[in-house]
């Protein structure tokens, strides 16, 4: 069985352009999380699918991050226009049906924005 | 306030010895879960253990062993006899059913030297 898979593994940007992070979770599983670690820092939550609605995007930085998961499979996560400080490892997890707590991490997206 | 705390930021053992890794965590939920992850160097993080508010037993895997004490909010992670495998940096988490997310610490880099 496949884990999650996130897409790219490494992109480098410049200031001002956009950029998309691409997640495909566990086929199966609604609850799909994106998590962000910033310049060695802890890993700090950002939002919370479950299926194609977003349950929880309280952690999301500002509104130049955009988050969607139409039909419930895979999501993704748009930076525009990306700035120095959104550089880091962006995470992927899923988990199965509400009330399981473990979550599956995909490899991370390393961003470096120049 | 939820929060966990990794104190060690880095720690550099040599192969064979024993190492404990600390994680303390704040939270004023009765029902929480407590876990570990490891990011090896190439950046995923796996998934080592999972483990409830309700349940104080220590857990022994191998090498590894996790020793969880309500009483001091601790949940720290043993290796025994490391091996320079082990080197990676390792997370403490802590999810509750009412955030429906994992809080990370800042994670212990542990270098294992031959």
């Known amino acids: 069985e496949a884990g999650v898979t996130q897409f790219p593994s490494h992109s480098v940007i410049e200031k001002g352009q956009t950029v998309t992070l691409r997640c495909d979770p566990i086929s199966g599983h609604d609850n799909l999380y994106w998590y962000r670690r910033v310049m060695g820092k802890e890993i700090k939550f950002l939002l919370h699918f479950v299926k194609e609605s977003k349950q929880d995007e309280s952690g999301m930085p500002n509104n130049r991050f955009l988050a969607e998961r139409t039909g419930g499979t895979y999501s993704t996560l748009k930076v525009q226009p990306a700035e120095l400080e959104d550089s880091g490892v962006y995470f992927c997890a899923s988990s199965p049906s509400q009330g399981n707590t473990e979550a599956f991490f995909g490899q991370g997206t390393r961003l470096t924005v120049v | 306030a939820q929060k966990v705390t990794q104190a060690q930021t880095e720690i550099s053992v040599v192969e064979k010895e024993d190492v404990t890794l600390d994680c303390v965590y704040e939270?004023?939920?009765?029902?929480?879960?407590l876990f570990w992850y490891k990011q090896p160097p190439s950046g995923e993080l796996v998934f080592l253990i999972r483990r409830n508010s309700f349940d104080e037993q220590n857990e022994i895997s191998g090498r590894y062993s996790w020793n969880f004490q309500k009483s001091t909010s601790s949940f720290n992670f043993t290796i025994t006899a490391s091996q320079v495998v082990d080197s990676a940096v390792y997370f403490c988490?802590?999810?509750?059913?009412?955030?429906?997310?994992?809080?990370f610490g800042s994670g212990t880099r542990l270098l294992v030297r031959p």
């Open positions: 988490a802590l999810w509750m059913d009412s955030s429906y997310k994992l809080i």
């Open positions: 939270t004023r939920d009765t029902t929480y879960y």
